[in-house]
């Protein structure tokens, strides 16, 4: 028989002899002729660097399984995939190094029911049924309990919409949805930036210019503190939305 284990990075893929006692991997060779496909994706793994062998079992990282075709998903023995819906939202002030976010799983958002759900790595269960994650809501769900779990010290504006930034970018599959409020935050890290120069009256200005919707607001916001560059600008944009543009000191300017 040919079964698996997982916890919350791994999966353990074994063979069991008639006698419930897993088999040594130095004999699988002989299941061949009726886990061939099976231990084709295993070796497969191996060979790619994303698998390692044990005395009986071939260890998997989650995120090298979810990577894998639906197909082989299915050789594999593994769950279904999860269909519904997950809702990111906030929790607390977004610029606060107290902030946290919260995720749940719905069977449609952000309106829907919310699912009794335990999730273990990348199998969540909902009753009695478990489900595969795909990989971009893996990787939603360990980034904000990773997030989360960071001190409040290691928080604050800058890392908080940096991590929001990558769960944006995580929530573009169908099924990861963000609340409004987290949606409308967009953040601009500029590699470079355009100086325009302006001598009259004897006054030089400088209007720095960045790839956004409204540079104006931008140009605005930067006049209002003469003589000091700020860490981020909060633009107003269209719809409710807000960029925030981070200046650093690495950033090129031209």
Same mark, same amino acid.
């Given at each position: 028989m040919f079964r698996y284990t997982h916890n919350n990075?791994?999966? !353990?893929?074994?063979?069991?002899?008639?006698? =419930? &006692? &897993?088999? !040594?991997?130095s004999n699988w060779a002989e299941l061949q002729s009726e886990f061939l496909s099976q231990l084709a994706i295993l070796s497969e793994l191996r060979d790619n660097g994303l698998a390692g062998y044990t005395?009986?079992?071939c260890e998997v990282e989650n995120i090298d399984i979810l990577k894998l075709s639906d197909i082989? &998903?299915? *050789? /594999? @023995? /593994?769950? #279904?995939?999860?269909?519904?819906?997950i809702l990111v939202e906030s929790d607390g002030t977004l610029k606060h190094n107290s902030f946290k976010f919260k995720y749940g799983f719905y069977d449609f958002a952000p309106n829907g029911t919310r699912l009794k759900v335990?999730? #273990? =790595?990348? *199998? *969540?269960? *909902?009753? @009695?049924?478990?489900?595969?994650?795909?990989?971009?809501?893996? /990787?939603?769900? @360990?980034?904000?309990?990773?997030? #989360? !779990? /960071?001190? @409040?010290?290691?928080?604050? #504006?800058?890392?908080?919409l940096k991590k929001l930034s990558e769960l944006k970018t995580l929530s573009k599959e169908s099924g990861l949805t963000l609340e409004q409020f987290l949606s409308n935050q967009e953040l601009f890290i500029p590699e470079k930036i355009k100086i325009d120069i302006d001598f009259k009256d004897g006054i030089l200005e400088?209007?720095?210019?960045?790839?956004? !919707?409204?540079?104006h607001s931008f140009i605005n916001n930067f006049d209002l503190v003469k003589n000091k560059v700020k860490e981020f600008y909060a633009v107003s944009e269209e719809q409710g939305k807000t960029t925030r543009v981070f200046i650093y000191s690495d950033t090129e300017s031209k």
């Open positions: 990075k791994k999966f !353990s893929f074994y063979f069991l002899d008639s006698y =419930g &006692k &897993k088999i !040594s991997v005395e009986n079992s082989d &998903k299915q *050789i /594999l @023995e /593994l769950p #279904n995939s999860y269909q519904y819906e335990s999730r #273990n =790595g990348a *199998i *969540i269960k *909902i009753e @009695e049924t478990e489900y595969l994650l795909s990989e971009n809501q893996y /990787l939603l769900c @360990e980034a904000i309990e990773e997030f #989360n !779990s /960071l001190p @409040e010290i290691e928080k604050g #504006n800058v890392t908080n400088v209007f720095p210019q960045i790839p956004i !919707s409204n540079p």
